[in-house]
């Protein structure tokens, strides 16, 4: 082990105490002032100020004008073409998913991407349809509207369909619309920072989850099989349970299709994943297995001959906008909320990942405005929810997408199937969409190698993880989100209560601290123990950190405190003593002097009888048959430390219990002797702890420094001055 640092080997630099440090640079005091300021630069209007906000608020008008055509349009308008390929055999898979229409799935995949181009901000993401959010949106469409409620008689199981599916498309649209104004008012006032509480253990695992239940809801349509699915918690036991049960009653015919298409999918995906670099264009197999199963199920009549469900009427043209029911707002706006928190939280993830690889910068506020004018204004021409795939971003930005140029072409690829190739499509087999959604589930389940990893990399994550998949899997989509984002926090306060607490050393020839126990060339300053939190301090943990701070010094503080208390009650009891026996001498004195003058009397009439000795005076107290009074052994009550540290770096705000806590450490180290210093007081910190009437007599802002290094040359500097006291230990007063 290193040699204790000495004195000399500390800096040579000035040092300031906090006192003396705003004396020389005094900070600004009137925080109403600032915020009052700040305000008002945000609410001054000049034609800069308009034109910022304008370019802020629509951001194609900052980058269109600038936008290189030579260079990126030719990989825009081929990256355009493959994400709209790939686009429309998802957009009607996942409007079964929602519980609608395969054509709204189209329109769900149109209007949004147009209103994303002009408002959003990211260069690569394919916004439209997506698998996660369009299954809770189904489990909302689904619950309002059970199809037992459309049976066409008491007697006969038949649905009618037609009324069934307007219900619901009215569902969704007021669903969407009710996301939308969330999204947009989160963003305005700039409350992109809730995703922050969603971290990407939390996502990964809700997502998996959610893969589950996307799954589970498609194996129906791939054994042939009719089920009412529920969002109610459990649901996704009693679906399984129910699918069970439907086993015997499986179209072999449906089964077949979907396990072929989804052996053929599967394999050239692969492919492609394996050649990527050898193919400009991955293959679009979604839309060739669509062409051909289409193809296939009209030619040979696979609904009339064998039962095998098909995707049925497909109008084509646009619809007029009609305005979604608001009365419904009240039995959706919990599934709202939490569909548009999720549907942020997947896009912002995108956002950033593609910014960070690129180069560029993403407004997070101005992301919700985007996603919410989406889905707000899209909610009026019938189209569901909308969100981010990873899947079709991956393409649009792999086949040479630089911008959202890529994202209005896809728009017009689906544009043209709406209006003149949609009905093209009214033979397709639900089996084939339902296997395309399985296929694009692939990523998703690759996250179960998540478990592995975070098990050897942080196990709470890996807790959060297993709660937040369980959770989602037992209690369905919304409430499941709830728990998990509930457990997460609690993760987080956990961890304040069990911080690593340390002591510090000096690292030799430097001034730089470690903890001792972790590093080996760090030694502790002699005389100066350095305690550090590795969290910061406030109601919940303000005990646990006065409890660490003695525990970790090494002394029984509290013993020490009663044994110095016992010891100045023992010295004031002799001090009492000594006072009435000072007394009783005086008084023996007075007498001793009338017995001398009666005992000359007596000599003078009898010399005989024998002299009577003055007892031994000392100044003007007599002490006799006083014994020597025994002091108590003060080496058993001192302190090995004059000096403590509180590194307040980690802290970043101080409540009213914490700062209660800091003045009773300082007062139980002050009578034993032991000056009590904070460093790495962050400004905001300052100004609380002021405001908490912190500092007094006791407590003066000369016990306060910006680093260790500093407080530690000042302490050296005191004490190689100051002689220790009789008692030998140091005063505890602060130069």
């Given at each position: ?508 020839s430097t001034d730089i601290y470690r903890d001792v126990s972790q590093c080996e060339q760090a030694v502790e300053f002699p005389g100066v123990k350095i305690f550090r939190s590795s969290c910061t301090l406030y109601f919940a943990n303000a ?193």
């Amino acid at each position: 082990m290193a040699d204790p640092p000495s004195p000399d080997s500390l800096s040579k630099n000035p040092i300031y105490t906090e006192a003396e440090l705003e004396e020389i640079a005094p900070r600004s005091r009137d925080s109403r002032a600032r915020l009052f300021s700040s305000v008002r630069n945000k609410f001054r209007c000049s034609g800069e100020i308009a034109k910022s906000l304008l370019l802020k608020f629509i951001p194609i008008l900052s980058w269109l004008p600038r936008y290189p055509v030579k260079e990126w349009l030719l990989g825009d308008v081929i990256s355009g073409l493959s994400v709209g390929i790939i686009q429309l055999p998802q957009g009607l898979a996942y409007a079964l998913l929602a519980g609608v229409p395969p054509v709204f799935g189209l329109y769900s995949s149109f209007y949004p991407i147009v209103l994303y181009t002009i408002f959003g901000t990211s260069r690569h993401i394919s916004p439209g349809t997506f698998a996660v959010i369009s299954v809770m949106v189904g489990s909302v469409t689904e619950s309002l509207v059970p199809s037992e409620d459309f049976m066409t008689s008491q007697n006969d199981s038949n649905i009618d369909t037609e009324a069934r599916d307007a219900a619901r498309v009215q569902v969704a649209s007021a669903l969407t619309l009710l996301v939308g104004i969330f999204q947009i008012l989160l963003g305005l006032v700039q409350f992109g920072f809730v995703v922050t509480y969603l971290s990407e253990p939390l996502i990964r695992g809700y997502t998996s989850a959610a893969a589950i239940h996307v799954t589970l809801s498609q194996v129906k349509s791939i054994l042939g099989v009719a089920i009412s699915q529920g969002s109610h918690p459990l649901s996704l036991i009693y679906t399984f349970l129910k699918l069970c049960s439907k086993i015997p009653q499986t179209n072999i015919a449906s089964l077949l299709i979907g396990v072929i298409a989804i052996t053929v999918m599967f394999t050239v995906k692969y492919l492609n994943e394996k050649y990527n670099s050898k193919i400009p264009i991955p293959i679009p197999i979604e839309l060739f297995t669509l062409i051909v199963a289409t193809g296939i199920s009209y030619g040979v009549n696979l609904n009339k001959l064998y039962g095998v469900d098909i995707v049925g009427n497909i109008p084509t043209g646009l619809k007029a906008p009609i305005v979604p029911r608001t009365d419904l707002f009240a039995s959706v706006v919990g599934n709202a909320f939490a569909i548009a928190v999720v549907v942020y939280a997947f896009t912002i993830s995108l956002v950033k990942m593609f910014a960070v690889k690129h180069g560029y910068n993403v407004d997070s506020n101005q992301e919700l405005i985007a996603l919410g004018l989406s889905n707000s204004v899209g909610s009026f021409f019938q189209c569901f929810t909308i969100g981010t795939a990873m899947s079709r971003s991956l393409v649009q930005e792999s086949t040479g997408g630089n911008s959202q140029v890529a994202g209005a072409v896809s728009a017009a690829v689906i544009l043209v199937i709406i209006l003149k190739a949609g009905e093209l499509f009214e033979s397709l087999p639900k089996a084939i969409l339902a296997s395309v959604v399985v296929v694009n589930l692939k990523g998703i389940f690759k996250q179960f190698k998540d478990i592995p990893a975070l098990w050897r990399s942080n196990k709470i994550d890996l807790l959060v993880w297993i709660v937040t998949f369980i959770a989602t899997i037992l209690l369905n989509l919304d409430l499941g989100l709830a728990v998990s984002v509930g457990f997460s926090l609690l993760t987080v306060i956990f961890r304040t209560q069990w911080p690593h607490y340390s002591i510090l050393g000096q690292v030799s020839s430097t001034d730089i601290y470690r903890d001792v126990s972790q590093c080996e060339q760090a030694v502790e300053f002699p005389g100066v123990k350095i305690f550090r939190s590795s969290c910061t301090l406030y109601f919940a943990n303000a005990e646990l950190y006065a409890n660490a701070v003695k525990r970790m010094c090494g002394v029984d503080v509290d013993k020490l405190i009663e044994v110095k208390k016992k010891e100045a009650k023992k010295k004031k009891q002799l001090q009492e003593k000594a006072e009435k026996e000072a007394k009783k001498g005086l008084k023996t004195k007075k007498n001793s002097e009338e017995t001398n003058r009666k005992v000359n009397e007596l000599e003078f009439i009898c010399p005989q009888i024998p002299e009577v000795k003055e007892p031994e005076t000392e100044g003007d107290a007599v002490y006799e048959n006083i014994e020597e009074p025994t002091m108590y052994n003060m080496e058993s009550s001192e302190c090995p430390f004059h000096s403590l540290i509180l590194d307040l770096s980690t802290v970043s705000f101080v409540d009213t219990v914490s700062i209660k806590i800091l003045k009773t450490i300082f007062r139980d180290f002050q009578e034993i002797d032991v000056s009590v210093y904070l460093v790495g007081c962050h400004e905001n910190v300052l100004d609380q702890l002021e405001c908490g009437n912190f500092f007094s007599k006791t407590i003066t802002k000369r016990q306060l420094f910006s680093s260790i290094h500093d407080a530690v040359t000042y302490i050296s500097k005191v004490h190689s001055k100051k002689p220790p006291t009789d008692e030998g230990s140091f005063n505890s007063t602060v130069l």
